[in-house]
């Protein structure tokens, strides 16, 4: 069953179609290989463990480029909209629209999940996306109680 994809028909697809069948590509694979996500910010720890056990020569992530982390910010970004009331925000004539899809938070707050995902895989644990998905949660619950 689909954690995020809604149809579509007889269109070509697009940036906010190809979102949500990453994201889900992206939690049947992780699952296949004991990965298992469930479509909240908590599952973000699941994200960093699979960076840290797979970024390493051989590794599922050795040398792989686009497709694993635009299915990882896809996947935060799902779970950013899901969780926090977040919008898409995407540009199909952009050359680079896989990497600077963004989500926009009921507050304003602007969040690029591709590029966050292409830092984690970058710089290691010190750009953990549990620890990042945190923040932006807890601010959010924070603000809601002012």
Known sequence: MSLFQKKTMGKPPT???DIPKA???LA???????????GTVESF???DRFFEDQCRPGGLLDGKEGR?????????GQVFCK????KWETDDTDPMGEINILVRLPDGVVIWPVQRAMKRYEKGREESLYGYGMV?????EVGSDQ
């Not at 694993?68 to 935060?76: D, E, L, N, Q, V």
């Open 15 to 17: 940036l906010a179609d």
């Open 23 to 25: 994201a889900d590509w």
């Open 28 to 38: 049947e694979n992780m699952a296949r290989f004991g990965y298992p996500l469930d």
């Open 45 to 47: 720890r699941v994200l």
């Open 68 to 76: 694993p982390r635009f299915a990882i910010g896809s996947y935060m």
């Open 83 to 86: 969780c926090l009331g977040g």
């Open 136 to 140: 932006i949660a807890h601010q959010r």
